[in-house]
């Protein structure tokens, strides 16, 4: 199955349409220039309306770039999350200090040769699996965090998943998530603007966009069950 991570929520109802839908992930944000931004007391309000809901919240992660260690092991405290991930330019020893399961999200420059950045990218993703942290695919845009809808080589993204775990983030949307888990086979998926209207979390994309992956991996599993039941 394909992790499914839907992230930049400001509000209850697109977040339990993630949770209906069977997300395996909702992420705030808390990097402070960022648009989706949340503070600790507005997150703490939207959590609790979900809760109050009835429903039980999958893995919560919180987003995070560049921030002071200390800031962020109290957001974690504060808000209860389960997981980091990491935007910024942090390190390996950074993201090994803040006692929760880590995500290192390594930026894919698009107006640089996929050759010239394969060094850097292998050297990152080893440093952080050797750490035990997972990794995320994104497009780099200067001055930005992620969150952009900006898309980058998927077959790059193919030959990466190839060789490691990891998520694909940069530009995915209920219209193109099923090509890209079907060409990428990543890890997991990573969405943001791509299941909003007008600046906005859609609940009715949210769902459409959790439920594309699914079709891909109830197509998988039926393909895979149909290869075994022939050789015997």
């Given amino acids: 199955m394909t992790r ?11 977040l339990i349409a993630a949770v209906d839908a069977g ?12 648009r989706r931004c949340v503070t600790v007391d507005e997150a703490r309000a939207v959590l609790d309306e979900v809760r109050a809901s009835g429903r039980a919240l999958p893995t919560l992660v919180g987003l995070f770039a560049d921030q002071p260690l200390d800031e ?12 980091v991930q990491l935007c910024g330019g942090e390190g390996v020893e950074y993201a090994s200090q803040l006692g929760v399961p880590v995500s290192k999200v390594i930026s894919i420059d698009g107006d640089v040769p996929v050759a ?8 990152l993703q080893q440093r952080h699996a050797l750490a035990g942290h997972r990794v995320v695919l994104d497009a780099q845009v200067p001055g930005e965090y992620g969150g952009t809808g900006q898309q980058f080589d998927w077959d790059l993204a193919a030959d990466l998943a190839g060789a490691f775990e990891m998520s694909l ?13 079907e060409r990428v086979r990543p890890w997991g998926v990573d969405v943001s603007s791509g299941v909003e209207t007008d600046g906005e979390k859609d609940p009715a994309k949210v769902r459409a966009f959790v439920e594309s992956v699914r079709a891909v991996d109830g197509r998988r599993k039926k393909g895979g069950l149909a290869r075994l039941l022939g050789r015997r």
Avoid at 4 to 14: D, I, K, L, T, Y
Avoid at 23 to 34: E, H, K, R, T
């Fill in 169 to 181: 983030a940069g530009g995915l949307s209920v219209d193109n998530v099923q090509e890209a888990v």
């Fill in 4 to 14: 499914v991570q839907v992230c930049g929520f400001r509000s209850a109802e697109p």
């Fill in 72 to 83: 962020v092991q109290r957001t974690v405290a504060s808000v209860g999350l389960d997981e």
């Fill in 116 to 123: 010239a950045q394969m060094p850097r990218i292998m050297v």
């Fill in 23 to 34: 997300a395996d992930a909702v992420a705030l944000v808390f990097v402070p220039s960022a």
